[in-house]
């Protein structure tokens, strides 16, 4: 692809990526820098660590092997599995897309595993569930790491043993599918914590495959503004032929959070408002971290205690609840409960007693509260000299 020009801008090459027209043309492109399969979107690139990425797909598709794909979202997670389906020999069979999150927790065996008539209320007819509809094909589940625990021992069954039942129903049902899962989880974080099954983790993660961050393969952002420039142009009947080299140099070092999802959605802005043959994109929305000076490096472990701690003060030490600070940080109460102990975070002691009230302690001694009761720790307890009890001589 051309990236530059007489005139010192980036020229918008009108065919930036190759065509393929068949699976045969896709497993012969995967070790290139851009694919494009049968109603494939391109993977558009040249880095190492996109080349490292493909070369992976290349090795794991002609298997049958479960792929777990790893990446932050917006990386690209299911056009791989796309990838690895069409250069597959299931390529001719059905691949069947499910995002765990997107599905309530009390439909998704239904959906997975269909159910038969009146296996609950509203259930008029037998339902063919995802599994089934993928058979000699591809199933791809995303967001894996939402997937709730009473269905993980589920999906490990039919994983393992190729067979499930409806729900509702008690005949086996035999099933030839290729799973693919993606996450931009931790799951191994996760095992550790009790949110995932062990077993499930290690029968998923045949072989994993990591996408890369778009800010650590900064090297494609060039290929990819020009991709997409070129791409809605089409759309909008526009003929934007320049990318100035500024705007360009903008768009190169900016981090991109939501990474190429949310470079593909500037662009189709940047697009729109354009007038003319030069991209105009709004550069001002880009919000640019300051330049600091850096800072001394902490571990992992430091960085969650640190995080976990401001948020308890910020939250009063309120744990549950909507406005606790498990649900301000996304996670549990019980697994902020864990991490705490984890991480040795323990609550100051305070003052239980306001220093406006009228009270003996209001000066500023410390308690230890536990429960109900609060122990003053300030000052060491005063011994009082235990009397004898008296008896009645009966006189």
């Not at 009108?14 to 399969?37: H, I, W, Y």
């Not at 308890?312 to 019980?334: C, F, H, M, N, Q």
């Not at 975070?345 to 410390?366: K, S, Y």
């Amino acid at each position: 692809m051309a990236t530059t020009c007489a005139s010192a801008a980036f020229a918008v090459n009108p065919n930036p990526c190759f065509p393929m027209e068949d699976a045969t043309s896709v497993k012969a492109a995967l070790g290139a820098s851009e694919l494009r399969g049968s109603g494939l979107p391109p993977i558009v690139g040249n880095s190492a660590a996109l080349r490292l990425v493909l070369s992976q797909a290349q090795v794991v598709a002609p298997t049958d092997a479960t792929v777990l794909i790893n990446g932050e979202t917006g990386t690209g997670k299911e056009l791989i599995a796309e990838a690895i389906h069409k250069c597959s020999d299931r390529s001719k069979g059905p691949f069947v897309k499910v995002n765990c999150a997107a599905i309530p927790a009390g439909l998704l065996e239904s959906e997975l595993f269909g159910h038969e008539r009146g296996a609950y209320t509203g259930a008029v007819a037998r339902s063919v569930g995802r599994f089934e509809r993928a058979h000699r094909g591809t199933l791809f589940l995303d967001e894996i790491g939402d997937l709730p625990l009473e269905m993980q021992p589920k999906l490990l069954r039919v994983i393992q043993e190729r067979q499930f039942e409806r729900l509702g129903g008690t005949a086996p049902i035999h099933t030839d599918v290729r799973v693919i899962v993606a996450t931009h989880r931790n799951l191994f974080e996760m095992v550790n914590e009790g949110e995932f099954r062990a077993d499930l983790f290690y029968r998923l993660s045949v072989f994993p495959i990591t996408l890369p961050p778009l800010r650590e393969r900064r090297e494609d952002i060039a290929l990819l503004v020009a991709h997409f420039v070129e791409l809605f142009g089409r759309r909008m009947g526009k003929q934007i032929k320049l990318i100035p080299p500024e705007t360009m140099s903008a768009l190169s070092s900016y981090e991109w959070p939501g990474n190429i999802r949310e470079l593909q959605n500037f662009i189709e802005r940047s697009v729109i408002l354009t007038v003319g043959t030069v991209l105009r994109p709004p550069l001002a929305e880009l919000k640019k971290s300051p330049t600091t000076a850096p800072s001394e490096a902490i571990t992992l472990e430091e960085a969650q205690r640190e995080h976990i701690c401001k948020t308890l003060e910020v939250t009063r030490w309120v744990v549950a609840g909507p406005d606790g600070a498990a649900s301000r940080l996304g996670i549990k109460r019980t697994t902020l409960y864990f991490r705490m102990r984890k991480l040795g975070i323990l609550r100051p002691h305070r003052n239980p007693f306001p220093a406006q009230q009228n009270c003996p302690d209001a000066g500023g001694n410390f308690y230890r509260v536990l429960g109900t009761h609060a122990f003053n720790i300030s000052k060491p307890p005063v011994e009082t000299e235990q009397k004898p009890p008296t008896t009645d001589s009966g006189n």
